[in-house]
């Protein structure tokens, strides 16, 4: 089971979207208070990847929860290789006091909890060198809010040409 919290962000700052899309891998953990709707998440990812194409996804995902099988595991690396999210965080499990899955054994070792949290991690970085690499050429608007002491950016405002 996995809870992915999903951060929409769009050209303008102010029109933001965050959603929950809860069981990527459509077997929720009912202990955890969590039905499988991955369908219902996907579905909304796809939406608004089509009313924006130029959408910015970002997600914060947890694996080694308790019961997570290997299985799972595989299905949930499918569902972040489809969606190639632009920006990915991966948290291990771990009981926190208060909350639903306090209860639950947390039957994950700590060493498979790590491999998963790398091998997501992994991924995700190929995920980005190719859309980066797809961006080589674009031309970006781009907006410096703050600059150091030392750097030698002068504009607060610029078009830039993204180069290699």
Request: aromatic share 6%; with cysteine; charged share 25%.
């Amino acid at each position: 089971m996995w809870r992915i919290a999903a951060k929409v962000v769009t050209p303008a700052p102010d029109a933001q979207e965050d959603f929950g899309i809860a069981n990527a891998v459509q077997n929720g953990n009912a202990a955890a208070g969590a039905g499988p709707q991955a369908g219902d998440g996907r579905e909304a990812l796809s939406r608004c990847e089509a009313k924006m194409p130029d959408v910015v996804m970002r997600t914060t995902l947890i694996v080694g929860y308790p019961g997570e099988t290997e299985t799972q595991f595989r299905t949930l690396l499918d569902f972040v290789a489809e969606q190639e999210f632009d920006h990915v965080g991966v948290f291990t499990y771990s009981h926190e006091e208060g909350t639903s899955a306090h209860g639950l054994d947390d039957d994950v070792p700590p060493r498979t909890k790590r491999a998963r949290q790398s091998q997501l991690m992994s991924l995700q970085r190929k995920i980005v060198v190719r859309a980066q690499k797809r961006r080589v050429g674009d031309e970006v608007r781009l907006l410096v809010a703050e600059t150091a002491a030392r750097s030698s950016w002068r504009a607060v405002h610029a078009e830039q040409r993204v180069t290699r």
